[in-house]
């Protein structure tokens, strides 16, 4: 008779925020809501899933019950399974005494979103969760490999970004260059120059400028741009996909 | 305190087979390697992981263990999570029996592979390891979600091959439109139109037609052609990676 040995399985969650002024943040929280200064080191909000419950729904669960977001659009994107990634230090040691568990080993099923940053209110995230935002250069040592999960959820991101339509749900319907240029220097983590920007994105032709133009502003009004999904379909199809 | 329910992890490994003459194939096993017809339930090739090792690692040594096959390129495609995946009949019962564990729910991370048919003798795998391939609409029943892993699978195999230049690497340097045509009806599971094909296909630029053609057949010969990979890659940049 063989021996099977038998990991816990996690979930953790990256969320992104977004946000035209703030650039792009991550999500964290404290180990413990208590206020216990040992206890202070920062996590995604992850937790062990329950015996009948779906990943997604543990996922969406653990998300609500650490920082209080919910009905948001979670993508599954990679599963950490390093048999040694809970190292042997003061981490594993939290995670033990926390479950009163003498776990070895878990391997977590990692879920990122993106979401409009100002959705969610700061005070409230950080007084009743102990959750706050982080810019991406901002983001201290975290427990475990909790810093490889946010840099490959990231990097799934900006690939993402790269050939699906993603930064559009997070602009307005009409919007302007400039719009598109703040979210993708965000994503991608470089500036772009502007010209050139321009130049690419009126070669797109499923990016449309519209005879219209901002109002109430105090520099020269932009021009509104709209995102033509059916055109985006069809020329995806046309050139990539390669049959039918 | 928290209790902690701890479910088992398997991976599951879904191995498609091509060939020209015969389609796509799925590599099935008997449950038990043992010639009692009551284990005669075929499965994929799939078992537990063990403690120290990565998930890749596992599929690696469990298609080894269980089919022979070695050194192919596995792509982990989805976790099966669902709590009632084993159900509760003869299955779970077969593998709380051959595990000796009172065994609750497994989560099974599934991976795929697309190899060529011919590389592997149908004779060995039979022989010595009571594996064969089977024909996409010869599948039976298999135990617990495992013909949903074939399905689930295929419709990723389906999505990657209209998006990526998949097939290339399952057809010779220099191809026929009909060799492409094949594979191409293979994968999808329907046949396609001739002369649209032959048009589609004369329109993408990656697919380069060569001043050369077959030798030695019977009927006229065919023109050979040739995959453009750097073209490819530009076109995919300049039209759907709307960035850069």
Same mark, same amino acid.
């Given at each position: 008779?063989?021996?099977?040995?038998?990991?816990?399985?996690?979930?953790?969650?990256?969320?992104?925020?977004?946000?035209?002024?703030?650039?792009?943040?991550?999500?964290?929280?404290?180990?413990?809501?208590?206020?216990?200064?040992?206890?202070?080191?920062?996590?995604?909000?992850?937790?062990?899933?329950?015996?009948?419950?779906?990943?997604?729904?543990?996922?969406?669960?653990?998300?609500?019950?650490?920082?209080?977001?919910?009905?948001?659009?979670?993508?599954?994107?990679?599963?950490?399974?390093?048999?040694?990634? =809970? #190292?042997?230090?003061? *981490?594993?040691?939290?995670? +033990?005494? !926390?479950?009163?568990?003498?776990?070895?080993? %878990?391997?977590?099923?990692?879920?990122?979103?993106?979401?409009?940053?100002?959705?969610?209110?700061?005070?409230?995230?950080?007084?009743?969760?102990?959750?706050?935002?982080?810019?991406?250069?901002?983001?201290?040592?975290?427990?475990?490999?909790?810093?490889?999960?946010?840099?490959?959820?990231?990097?799934?991101?900006?690939?993402?970004?790269?050939?699906?339509?993603?930064?559009?749900?997070?602009?307005?319907?009409?919007?302007?260059?400039?719009?598109?240029?703040?979210?993708?220097?965000?994503? =991608? #983590?470089?500036?772009? *120059?502007?010209?050139?920007? +321009?130049? !690419?994105?009126?070669?797109?032709?499923?990016? %449309?400028?519209?005879?219209?133009?901002?109002?109430?502003?105090?520099?020269?009004?932009?021009?509104?741009?709209?995102?033509?999904?059916?055109?985006?379909?069809?020329?995806?199809?046309?050139?990539?996909?390669?049959?039918?």
């Amino acid at each position: 008779m063989e021996t099977f040995f038998n990991p816990y399985i996690s979930v953790d969650i990256v969320v992104f925020g977004f946000d035209d002024n703030e650039g792009l943040k991550v999500l964290l929280i404290n180990r413990s809501r208590r206020d216990d200064p040992s206890l202070k080191r920062l996590k995604l909000p992850g937790n062990f899933i329950n015996k009948k419950e779906k990943l997604h729904d543990s996922a969406n669960r653990i998300l609500k019950e650490f920082t209080g977001i919910k009905n948001i659009y979670l993508k599954q994107f990679a599963v950490f399974d390093d048999p040694g990634r =809970l #190292g042997d230090g003061d *981490d594993l040691k939290w995670l +033990r005494d !926390r479950t009163g568990t003498e776990i070895e080993r %878990v391997v977590t099923i990692a879920y990122y979103s993106l979401v409009k940053l100002h959705q969610y209110s700061e005070t409230e995230l950080s007084k009743a969760y102990n959750a706050r935002w982080f810019g991406m250069d901002e983001v201290p040592g975290l427990i475990f490999d909790h810093n490889q999960i946010i840099d490959e959820g990231l990097a799934t991101l900006q690939k993402e970004f790269l050939t699906e339509p993603l930064c559009f749900e997070l602009l307005p319907k009409k919007f302007t260059i400039n719009q598109l240029q703040r979210i993708s220097e965000a994503i =991608l #983590g470089f500036s772009i *120059d502007n010209r050139n920007f +321009r130049k !690419r994105i009126n070669r797109l032709e499923y990016v %449309v400028a519209l005879n219209e133009r901002q109002t109430g502003v105090s520099h020269k009004p932009a021009r509104y741009y709209i995102f033509d999904r059916e055109k985006f379909d069809i020329l995806k199809r046309e050139h990539t996909g390669f049959i039918i």
